[in-house]
Nanobody, 124 residues
Framework: QLQAFGGGLVQAGGSLRLSCAAS????????VGWFRQAPGKEREFLAL????????YYTDSVKGRFTISRDNAKTTVYLQMNSLKPEDTAVYYC???????????????????WGQGTLVTVSS
């Protein structure tokens, strides 16, 4: 099970840190990714991290602004979001892919386990 939380309302230029708590499966052996979905848009891949070696991958639109990390002891993955823009407004999801995917899994279709989503609203 994955639970995403930490969303909220922030002004443009501000920061938020999202958390994704993992439980119930051996997610520590897997990849955890963050996606977002804005109203009327497709779900978009943002970043992912390999739990065992912290290898990371980012989509170009968030490179340099968002940072993904994990805390083994807390089995939690974080998404630190800085310099937020109104266009970052969306529901943010964490997810874990099904087994056997190739690196890096960027498509939502490769992900089998999803958190419930947390809303981020960036005001201008």
């Amino acid at each position: 099970q994955l639970q995403a939380f930490g969303g909220g309302l922030v002004q443009a230029g501000g920061s938020l840190r999202l958390s994704c708590a993992a439980s119930g499966r051996t997610f520590t052996k897997l990849i955890v990714g963050w996606f977002r979905q804005a109203p009327g848009k497709e779900r978009e891949f943002l970043a992912l991290i390999k739990w065992n070696d912290s290898n990371q991958y980012y989509t170009d639109s968030v490179k340099g602004r968002f940072t993904i990390s994990r805390d083994n002891a807390k089995t939690t993955v974080y998404l630190q979001m800085n310099s937020l823009k109104p266009e970052d407004t969306a529901v943010y999801y964490c997810a874990a892919p099904r087994g056997g995917v190739s690196w890096p899994p960027l498509s939502q279709n490769e992900y089998a386990y999803w958190g419930q989503g947390t809303l981020v609203t960036v005001s201008s």
